[in-house]
């Protein structure tokens, strides 16, 4: 062995390997079983039976919590945080939101007692009176998807849950994909609430938003959505919204019958008096709802539309921001994606910055524009290109 080489240190990293595989599947064996499919042990059944008086009045006693598990252990306190985040206090509010959200989707894993938060996040971000209303959809939207992991590619950036034939497991063991699914579940049992809440009448149009986010996870009454959004597109005024609308309707297609909705995103995408925030959400949708090359026409919609002040807009919309990366927005990310797949290094790239100046170059394309466009300057903040120079300097000097 090189001389160079701790042969100790690596053993022993070898083993603590080892020894964290073998407790992840004691974890697995312990906490999920197939067998528990169709039983009061998979969160789909319970999220199914769980009765519309127990979702409206608020009645936990009545919810299995301890049967299932958070990243720090049972769900037994979650009733708890649900009230916290009901207070009319709004630092207590906040503050039990953000704990719960800690506890049900922490590090991209979500536990599979989420699920049974859906019914109840609902009904407090309906409560007009609730200091958490838009925060709490989010919650409902991310735990009715899929940990991204920056994937923003045309086959990844509209699909809300794994394939069925990828098992992904939370911290405690419990699968995934069950929890997942059961959480789109119950925001189709209750799509009425958040349908209602495209309309709300509140200044802020994050409720709206994060609605149409929620909404476009839903694992069925598909028709019934897809009329809400499209009705809601046509009136409303809120550029960042609108984007999102365009997304979400793009997204229920992608997940459930595409049906025209294909014709329908290039029409926004080809129409040149559309507003560009439409028109680049439309193009983003389109690219993920068809297998078609990128048309040069599309391109210049992208050249055109995508200015520094379009992605300092959507950059933070729900869509971007589960596909942002360290130091790279989630549009530049996306565009990036599916435009020039071949030149994208992969999930959280840490090449030195004139590597990634170099990728995102073309001869005429003028220095740090996106691959191929003479529009919007797309590379990473300053704080990530010193992130990225003291990366290289370590190796260099290793």
């Known amino acids: 062995m090189d001389d160079g080489v701790d042969a100790k240190a690596l053993h022993e990293a070898w083993s603590e390997s080892l020894r964290q595989t073998w407790n992840a599947a004691e974890r697995v064996d312990e906490h999920w079983s197939q067998r528990w499919e169709g039983t009061d042990r998979d969160v789909r059944v319970v999220v199914a039976r769980m009765p519309v008086e127990v979702r409206d009045g608020f009645a936990y006693g009545r919810v299995p919590w301890g049967r299932f598990a958070h990243a720090y252990g049972t769900g037994v306190d979650v009733p708890d945080l649900l009230e916290w985040t009901r207070s009319a206090d709004v630092v207590t509010a906040r503050e039990g939101l953000g704990s719960l959200g800690n506890s049900i989707c922490h590090q991209g894993t979500r536990g599979s007692v989420a699920p049974l938060t859906v019914p109840f996040l609902l009904r407090i971000a309906a ?4 200091h958490t209303r838009a925060g709490a959809l989010r919650l409902v939207a991310v735990v009715a998807r899929r940990n991204f992991w920056d994937d923003g ?3 990844g950036l509209l699909r809300a849950a794994d394939p069925d034939d990828s098992w992904h497991f939370d911290v405690g063991g419990y699968l995934q994909n069950w929890t997942v699914e059961a ?39 598909a028709r019934e959505i ?21 997304l979400a309707i793009a997204q229920l297609a992608h997940e459930h019958d595409p049906g025209d909705t294909a014709a329908f995103a290039r029409a926004l995408w080809s129409d040149p008096t559309g507003p560009a925030e439409v028109r680049v959400s439309a193009a983003l949708g389109w ?10 026409a599309l391109r210049a919609v992208i050249e055109e539309s995508v200015t520094p002040e379009l ?6 919309s729900p869509w971007m921001r589960q596909v942002e990366d360290t130091g790279v927005d989630g549009l530049s990310h996306t565009l990036w994606q599916m435009l020039d797949p071949d030149t994208w290094p ?3 790239p840490e090449p030195c910055f004139d590597v990634v100046c170099r990728r995102l170059r073309r001869p005429g394309s003028g220095g740090g524009r996106f691959p191929g466009t003479a529009g919007a300057f797309m590379l990473p903040g300053a704080s990530a290109r010193r992130r990225m120079r003291r990366v290289s300097r370590t190796r260099e000097r290793s």
């Not at 993920?288 to 990128?294: K, S, T």
């Open 287 to 296: 690219l993920c709802l068809v297998d078609d090359p990128v048309p040069d």
């Open 153 to 155: 590619s045309r086959a």
């Open 346 to 348: 992969g999930p959280a």
């Open 183 to 221: 959480a789109r579940d119950a925001i189709a049992a209750d799509a009425h609430i958040p349908i209602a809440l495209l309309h709300d009448p509140e200044p802020d149009p994050a409720i709206r938003e994060a609605a149409g986010y929620a909404l476009a996870a839903a694992s069925g009454r």
């Open 127 to 130: 409560d007009r009176t609730a």
């Open 226 to 246: 897809s009329t809400a959004l499209h009705t809601r597109l046509g009136v409303e005024e809120d550029a960042r919204v609108r984007a999102g609308l365009v």
């Open 311 to 316: 992605r300092e807009l959507l950059s933070p």
